[in-house]
Nanobody, 120 residues
Framework: VQLQASGGGLVQAGGSLRLSCAASGRTAHSYAVGWFRQAPGKEREFVSQ????????DYADSVKGRFTISRDTAQNTVYLQMNSLKPEDTAVYYCAAGPYSRQRNTFRYWGQGTQVTVSS
């Protein structure tokens, strides 16, 4: 399974970005997809995940109500719509495929990461 994350950039506080995670590989459709982020000097943390069917969206408390995860099962692409961005959302965002779990060490496949920078 290969994952390609894209959509990061520089945005002002209060703005929006949409991240995409394109999955390829014979078994890509069978995994849940999660988004994690890592800010400088901090551990990689869970942000959101969605099941292989495209249901059961799950969010960290810090992004609930601002971020929306969705999945296009036909295109094997997962999106993370990020609204009302805050400077503390600044991080490298990674998508990962694996079992439905908030634990990063359970995700077997990882994308390369995309930088999100929110200016105040």
């Amino acid at each position: 399974v290969q994952l390609q994350a894209s959509g990061g950039g520089l945005v002002q506080a209060g703005g929006s970005l949409r991240l995409s995670c394109a999955a390829s590989g014979r078994t890509a459709h069978s995994y849940a997809v999660g988004w994690f982020r890592q800010a400088p000097g901090k551990e990689r943390e869970f942000v959101s995940q969605i099941s292989w069917r495209g249901d059961n969206p799950d969010y960290a408390d810090s992004v609930k109500g601002r971020f929306t995860i969705s999945r296009d099962t036909a295109q094997n692409t997962v999106y993370l719509q990020m609204n009302s961005l805050k400077p503390e959302d600044t991080a490298v965002y990674y998508c990962a495929a694996g079992p439905y779990s908030r634990q990063r060490n359970t995700f077997r496949y990882w994308g390369q990461g995309t930088q999100v920078t929110v200016s105040s």
